[in-house]
């Protein structure tokens, strides 16, 4: 073992004091948010490009330091930089924008105003990050650390207090008490059953002597949901942190983290966090000194969304094709080779060092009676700002779309919330003003789920939502029970052909059927809630459905089977923008000429519809009723004469 | 030990380890199986067996052939609720099996007993009928009780299909025990071993695979 290994808690708290001793709090120093999304905008280059300036300016990190950390959250404006200890936030950096962020910090005089956030509402500028109504309106108790880690850095994590919750628990507190603090916290499974994590503890510790592990589930892969993602990426000490101390409180000495196949840096993020914590003593024989042995076991998955299941991944693990079986004895009693397993889901266990830290109480303090704390979202879709948000438990949808989300982008009007992913369901503008927790969000036939909130504006067809989420089960369903496979395979096909206009008379009573017996029959939990987007769509846009059956018409002017795209003559200014820029030359006329389109090469691509400049907006959707002729070729335009 | 529970109104001893489906055929009470075998480790995947389960008063539906017997557990195999669920999954599986407008053998008699419309859903069925509800029967067989691993699954979601690995098809020529297990017949009636997915065992051994 090498020597940084610590073998006290008094040896821990020594270090953190040499860290922060080493540490100028007045410092500036430049972080590059470098989680997937801003990456994907460039910013690991804009990260080195800071390394190499900041050299060049002659300071090389002794007056200003550049750190990339993991996601800040705000991933709709990335690359995100932010100059701390002002926190002043530059959004959308590129690379061109770093020699002069470099000169102005380093100059310490004021801000590049275009690198701004600039606020849709107010049209303001606004300079530091905790005042921009994003970031102002949530409470970041898991994610809050993420801007100030390099996630390959232990000492980061360490200067911020990591791993003292750890040590209060190894030699201030019993595994009994450790276990009572967290059912009184009142902590629920952040995966998506909101299932009392204390409970679950309880029973594995329980179980059985000998062997039992713990897991943690990264399998996340609702489509638009990457909380754990950047939880795993930017903060994994956090999540082994937790997972330790569960161990300890539940007499587990065996561990697993299972990453989904999709996520490589936060594999790889994980994987150097388990290093270091064993290098220091925060894992393996005697932790810290005490007589707690725990190790960690990493595991990749393969790929499959259904592996996610809890039992799924445990035979994942084992090393066997990951396919739910039959859990009707617990897993907490049960798992992995038979054994007791606590499956737990990143965020769930990233709560824990807070919760022994802070004390149960505090945590109660937090959220709603039923649902205690606060709960990452991905906020994505029809929304302004979108990103990864952080909120107490108990804020109003309304809030998080519209206060933290900043509501519809091009002022179109707002439809639904899809919350839960392919287990969720769409909850309407009626009901945005429900608190966020886990029984209200089932109580409207959605769930909380892992996380996902998809927002959608008056163009997006609710069938089409439900046929989306049915079609990505049929893929990702396992295929082994009858109920799921072929309930998911005739629901597509009824959905999809409602979709094209040929639905028919008992089509809404034959899914309700099929998603009544998926719901009870289902051998796992995604046959079980599979059907609910298609529910919940006809629980709250029924008449979208009759009006697909009934007049063939898609209300959002979405379904391209029952849609037709149309110049009105009346409107049509001849300014040939819309005819320039059809894929398929459809649209004929000329210069002075009216415009018309040619319906059978039209794929109805939405492109005139956009293209054609609001102050006229001849170009109309028109859906389940008949399209006006065209006029008669060789119109041309009257204008009115200038005076 | 011996542990009392309700089914059908009906006091049933049972052993611990039991499993529902078990203590009711014991007891002579009949729920309907299609992935099912004795020699088999219930896989619960054709969900036919499924019965309501009471206990401390709440409710639920599970598959009898591995949820395991309790104390004072209150089983009930016929209901609206199950009865509706054996409907809809026969109905389900029928286009997949479907020869000539009918169904055949355990799931044409479990179609009538329910009263399952095998052509309800017909029109709408696009796939190709496989004649195979994958019920798994023979790859666990295959598996479990032969040891050869001649046949398993491939793909998954609605493209999970039964499928033979021509490497190991030597074996199947003498075995032949899946043979009589399938409970839609397609195995036995189509004994030119152009069984599964694809794979002939036929052209395997004419060295055309």
């Not at chain 1, 800071?50 to 330091?65: I, M, N, R, T, Y």
């Not at chain 1, 994987?271 to 064993?278: G, M």
């Not at chain 1, 795209?565 to 049509?572: N, V």
Request: charged letters at 25%; aromatic letters at 8%.
């Amino acid at each position: 073992m090498s020597n940084k290994r610590l073998c006290s808690a008094s040896e821990l708290e020594r270090l953190r004091t040499g860290i922060l001793a080493k540490r100028n709090p007045d410092k500036p120093i430049i972080t590059v948010c470098t989680g997937t999304a801003c990456q994907a905008y460039g910013s690991l280059e804009v990260f080195r490009r800071f390394a190499d300036e900041l050299k060049k300016q002659g300071s090389g990190g002794s007056v200003v330091e550049a750190k990339a950390t993991g996601c800040h959250g705000f991933c709709e404006q990335g690359p995100v930089v932010v100059i701390f200890p002002q926190e002043i936030c530059y959004v959308r950096v590129k690379l061109e924008d770093v020699p002069e962020v470099v000169s102005t910090t380093l100059a310490g005089d004021g801000v590049i105003e275009r690198l701004l956030y600039n606020d849709p509402v107010t049209g303001e500028r606004i300079a530091k990050a905790p005042d921009i109504p994003f970031y102002k309106n949530q409470v970041r108790i898991v994610f809050g650390n993420n801007k100030h880690i390099d996630p390959g850095e232990i000492d980061d994590y360490i200067a911020l207090g990591g791993y003292s919750a750890l040590s209060k628990a190894l030699f201030l507190m019993t595994p009994e008490q450790v276990l009572e603090e967290i059912k009184r916290s009142g902590l629920r499974g952040r995966g998506g059953g909101g299932f009392p994590t204390g409970i679950k503890w309880e029973t594995t510790r329980n179980a059985s002597r000998g062997l039992k592990y713990v897991i943690v589930n990264c399998d996340e892969g609702d489509p638009g949901a990457y909380m754990d993602r950047s939880i795993m990426e930017g903060n994994p000490h956090a999540v082994l942190e937790g997972l330790t101390i569960g161990a300890y409180a539940m007499g587990s000495q065996e561990g697993f983290i299972y990453v989904r196949q999709e996520y490589p840096i936060a594999y790889q993020n994980t994987i150097q966090a388990v290093r270091q914590a064993e290098e220091y003593g925060f894992l393996g024989k005697g932790i810290l000194g005490s007589g707690f042995d725990f190790g960690v076991t990493m595991h990749r998955g393969a790929g499959a969304f259904v592996s996610g299941e809890s039992t799924a991944l445990m035979s994942a693990i084992e090393g066997k094709v990951g396919e739910p079986r039959m859990k009707y004895i617990h897993t907490a009693v049960s798992g992995i080779k038979g054994r007791p397993s606590c499956l737990n889901n990143v965020e769930t266990w990233a709560n824990v060092p807070a919760i022994i830290n802070r004390g149960a109480e505090w945590f109660n303090s937090v959220g709603t009676k039923g649902s205690k704390g606060s709960k990452i979202f991905s906020l994505v879709g029809k929304v302004n700002n979108t990103g990864l948000v952080e909120v107490p438990m108990g804020m109003t949808l309304r809030q998080l779309v519209y206060d933290i989300g900043g509501g519809i982008p091009k002022g179109k009007r707002f439809k639904a919330v899809q919350t839960g992913g392919p287990s969720g369901g769409v909850i309407p503008e009626r009901c945005l003003d429900t608190p966020i927790d886990f029984d209200e969000l089932t109580k409207l036939g959605s769930m909380m789920g892992s996380g996902g909130m998809v927002v959608m504006d008056e163009d997006t067809c609710m069938v089409d939502i439900a046929r989306y989420f049915v079609s990505f089960c049929c893929e990702e369903s396992c295929g082994q029970c009858i109920p799921c496979r072929e309930g998911l395979r005739m629901l597509r096909e009824i959905l999809t052909d409602i979709c094209e206009g040929k639905g028919k008379e008992g089509d809404i009573e034959a899914i309700e059927d099929i998603a009544e017996v998926m719901e009870d029959a289902s051998l796992c939990a995604l046959g079980s809630t599979a059907a609910n987007p298609a529910l919940t769509t006809l629980r709250y846009f029924r008449d979208e459905y009759e009006a697909h059956i009934k007049d063939k018409r898609c209300p959002a002017r979405a379904c391209k089977a029952l849609t037709a795209y149309y110049i009105d003559p009346a409107k049509c200014t001849a300014c040939m923008i819309c005819r320039k820029s059809c894929p398929t030359e459809a649209i004929c006329g000329d210069k002075s000429i009216i415009h018309w389109i040619e319906q059978e090469k039209c794929i109805k691509c939405n492109t005139c519809f956009e293209v054609c400049p609001p102050r006229f907006s001849a170009v109309r959707r028109i859906s389940g009723e008949p399209l006006p002729p065209p006029p008669a070729p060789g119109t041309r335009v009257v204008r009115e004469k200038k005076r | 030990m011996t542990i009392t529970l309700q089914i059908d109104g009906k006091e049933v001893k049972a052993r611990k380890g039991m499993t529902v489906l078990e203590s009711a055929r014991e007891a002579g009470i009949e729920i309907p199986t299609l992935c099912y075998h004795e020699k088999l480790k219930p896989c619960g995947v054709c969900r036919i067996c499924s019965v309501e389960v009471e206990k401390k008063g709440k409710t639920r539906v599970v598959a009898s052939c591995g949820f395991p017997v309790e104390q004072g557990l209150v089983v009930r195999t016929r209901s609206p609720r199950i009865d509706k669920i054996r409907k809809v999954i026969i109905e389900l599986v029928a286009p997949t099996i479907m020869v000539d407008g009918e169904v055949a053998g355990e799931i044409k008699k479990i179609g009538k007993e329910y009263r399952a419309d095998i052509h309800r859903f017909e029109s709408r069925f696009r796939a190709k009928p496989t004649r195979c509800i994958l019920c798994g029967q023979c790859v666990r067989y295959c598996n479990e009780v032969v040891g050869e691993h001649a046949i398993g699954f491939m793909g998954r979601g609605i493209d999970r299909r039964a499928a033979f690995f021509p490497e190991k098809a030597r074996a199947c020529l003498t075995c032949q025990a899946c043979f009589n297990l399938c409970p839609t017949g397609k195995i036995p009636s189509e004994t030119d071993f152009v069984v599964f997915d694809g794979f002939s065992v036929d052209d395997y051994l004419a060295g055309e695979l």
